[in-house]
C-alpha cells in the first residue's frame, strides 16, 4: 500500500488508483495560507463542523449529501455536487483544533488541512491544500499555479464565510463575498 492510499483510505481507493497512474509520489504540490479571526479557536471549530456549510466557501460546490454520518466525525462521508466534477468528501482527522478533509473526484484528489492556533486576540486558521501533480514535464510547475489559483479563492471565501457567521446579529452587513480574486 503506498502513501497515497494510506492517505485517503479504502472509500477514495479508486481515485488514488487513477492520480497513482499520472502521478510520483514525489510530486505533491502543497498551498498554505493563514487567516486572523477575532473569535476563539471553539467558536471557529464549531463553524466549521457544519460541513454543510462547506458549499459557501469551497469553489464550485453547489450542494452537499452526507452518505454517512453528519459530517463531522473521523470517517464520514459526503458527495460534493460540484462543477467541473461532483466529490466524494472523507473526513480524515477531526479533533478540537484540526480537521482533515479529502476531496477526491474521477481526475482530482484534494487534502485539505484547517489548523487553529490559538492568538491573543482570538485565532489563527492555518490552511493547507495539497494534490498530487501529473508525472508530465512541467506539470508540478503548472499544477502549483493552479491550486494557488484555487487555494486562494477557498481562502478567501473561507475566511468570509466565517467572518458572517460569527458576525452579531446586530452588526451592520459585511460587503458582498467576491467573485473573483487572484492568486
Not at 487513477?18 to 486572523?36: G, H, K, P, W
Not at 479533533?95 to 487553529?116: H, K, W
Amino acid at each position: 500500500m503506498t502513501a497515497l492510499d494510506r492517505l485517503v483510505g479504502d472509500t477514495f481507493r479508486l481515485s488514488a488508483r487513477r492520480a497513482r497512474a499520472s502521478v510520483s509520489e514525489a510530486a505533491l504540490v502543497a498551498f498554505a495560507r493563514t487567516i486572523d479571526l477575532p473569535e476563539g479557536p471553539a467558536a471557529v471549530m464549531d463553524c466549521l463542523r457544519r460541513m454543510g456549510c462547506l458549499v459557501d466557501w469551497w469553489p464550485g460546490a453547489c450542494a452537499i449529501r452526507p452518505l454517512s454520518g453528519g459530517l463531522c466525525q473521523v470517517g464520514d462521508i459526503g458527495l460534493v455536487e460540484a462543477r467541473p466534477e461532483d466529490l466524494l468528501l472523507r473526513v480524515l482527522a477531526f479533533r478540537p483544533r484540526r480537521l482533515v478533509l479529502a476531496l477526491a473526484g474521477e481526475r482530482s484528489l484534494t487534502v485539505v488541512d484547517l489548523v487553529l492556533r490559538e492568538t491573543g486576540a482570538g485565532c489563527e486558521l492555518g490552511i493547507r491544500f495539497e494534490r498530487p501533480a501529473p508525472a508530465w514535464p512541467g506539470a508540478e510547475a503548472w499544477a502549483a499555479r493552479r491550486l494557488a489559483r484555487f487555494g486562494a479563492r477557498a481562502a478567501v471565501r473561507l475566511e468570509w464565510h466565517l467572518r458572517e457567521r460569527m458576525r452579531p446579529t446586530d452588526a451592520p452587513d459585511p460587503p458582498a463575498i467576491p467573485e473573483r480574486t487572484r492568486a
